[in-house]
């Protein structure tokens, strides 16, 4: 093993335990971690935009506003957070002069808010499934998508953003994320209706992939940060969380919730 794919793979298992770490303790904790995520990739959506390094700070003090109001000892998953979303979007866009900037705000702030919600719900361990869930069949996809690009290749998905990726790893990373939603169905009890909705979702997290290989491709860059050695930035990291969690959490609502 390279010293660089050992570096990856430890730094990987690092993050992995922490985010599992926190998923389990939930409330505060898993709040805190969100959050510290969070402003971290505002200033990183901020790189990637070219925005100043004034209005880089600017739009990271902004998004803490309404970050900070989902704290489960303050408001928590409301409209209240939702409305300061809003302000701080607007905020971002009148003072930074950046619509592109202040993008960065929903971007961030909604998969927080869903990844929440769905760590809250009851009873016993639901919120703890559901919201591991949500992570494992990004991380599903993923490994599923690189083994099975790697081994069959093919043609490519989308050469002009991200011309490793081919649709044999889209078929992969699909079947990937809908085996570890049927396994969780059957051996912890995740409603079959999310299991079912699995693949749905490893496509929603390839298509938040290809959305930030875009950014870095017009940015020019290879990654959005450097922070996490072997992995560039946090955004590196949870681009496809980022599309699958608000879809995971709207699949929970109308295809659990309301049934």
Known sequence: ?????????????????VALGALFAGGFLFWLLLVVAGVLMQGEWGDLTG?????????????SVPLAILCPVAAGVSWLAFGLMTAAFFFVALVGRSVKLALGVPYIVVPVMALLFLREQAPDLRGLLLAFWALALVWATDIGAYFA???????????????????????????????????????VGLPVQLAAASGLLAVAAQLGDLLESWMKRRAGVKDSGTLLPGHGGVMDRLDGVVAAAPLAAICYIFLVLSS
């Not at 925005?51 to 998004?63: C, D, G, H, V």
Request: aromatic share 6%; proline share 6%; charged share 15%.
């Open 1 to 17: 093993m390279s010293s660089e794919l050992r570096t990856r793979a430890v730094v990987g298992a690092i993050l992995i335990s």
């Open 51 to 63: 925005a100043t390094p004034e209005n880089r700070k600017l739009a990271m003090f902004a998004i």
């Open 149 to 187: 690009g790697r081994s069959i290749g093919g043609p490519k998905l989308a050469p002009h953003v991200s011309p490793s990726k081919t649709w044999s790893g889209l078929g992969g990373g699909i079947l990937a994320a809908l085996s570890v939603g049927f396994l969780l169905h059957h051996f």
